[in-house]
């Protein structure tokens, strides 16, 4: 997944490459539940990452990165409207991701 990223190290490209890789992730590879002030049921469909700082080392891509999404509140229908069944609480965590960029593989920390 972030092979693409990985390959635009440096470019314009960069960015795009890796918010994509986040996005297609498996929401429980990212550390959002630490961050999370309500239920920690996250809507993976709102996760929308940006690039804060980044640095190359020898071995490391290192990033730190914001991830706003939001987290659902789930409510009653009691006055029989079903938009009040699901409620979504706008959230934000700071995480660290290092690709090592032999390998490719990823690791992530909340900061």
């Known amino acids: 997944m972030f092979d693409k990223a990985l390959a635009c190290w440096g470019s314009d490209d960069f960015p795009r490459q890796f918010k994509q890789a986040i996005k297609s992730l498996e929401l429980e590879a990212l550390p959002l539940k630490d ?16 690039i804060l700082s980044s640095q190359e ?40 991701v290092t690709i090592d960029k032999n390998s490719g593989i990823v690791e992530f920390t909340n900061v």
Request: proline letters at 4%; glycine letters at 4%.
């Open 57 to 96: 080392t020898d071995q490391n891509i290192q990033i730190k990165a914001g991830v706003f999404f939001c987290e659902v509140l789930s409510g009653c229908a009691c006055s029989d409207d079903p938009s009040q069944a699901k409620i979504l609480e706008n959230s934000y965590c700071e995480i660290s």
């Open 35 to 50: 961050c999370c002030n309500h239920s920690a049921v996250i809507d993976q469909t709102t996760i929308e990452p940006i």
